[in-house]
């Protein structure tokens, strides 16, 4: 059974970076969309980034210009570089997979709070 595990969670000021890591436990079928996905309590998940098996990104309005998907696809990895970084960015985030429309693969989650 694959896996995806998220790494690289924690706690940062405000216009600090973090980059988290989503790694396959072994190589994803050649048709797999990744999408990190963030929920903040209280609040429902949002879909935050996209990247598409053909390399096509995607991202939610509000980190536009602020957040990078990217893959390593020797590694099995999908990272989610995010950068001036918002209180409001404060939620555990979740990479998934996602195929012929519907998720079928998530991770474990991993914490990010943006406080000073």
């Known amino acids: 059974q694959v896996q995806l595990v998220e790494s690289g969670g924690g706690l940062v000021q405000p216009g600090g970076s973090l980059r988290l890591s989503c790694a396959a436990s072994?190589?994803?079928?050649?048709?797999?969309?990744i999408n990190w996905y963030r929920q903040a309590p209280g609040k429902q998940r949002e879909m935050v980034a996209t990247?598409?098996?053909?390399?096509?990104?995607n991202y939610t309005e509000s980190v536009k210009g602020r957040f990078t998907i990217s893959r390593d696809n020797v590694k099995n990895t999908w990272y989610l570089q995010m950068n001036s970084l918002k209180p409001e960015d404060t939620a555990v985030y979740y990479c998934?997979?996602?195929?012929?429309?519907?998720?079928?693969?998530w991770g474990q989650g991993t914490q990010v709070t943006v406080s000073s």
């Open positions: 990247i598409t098996s053909g390399g096509i990104t």
């Open positions: 072994e190589r994803l079928a050649r048709i797999s969309i």
């Open positions: 998934a997979r996602e195929r012929f429309g519907r998720t079928d693969l």
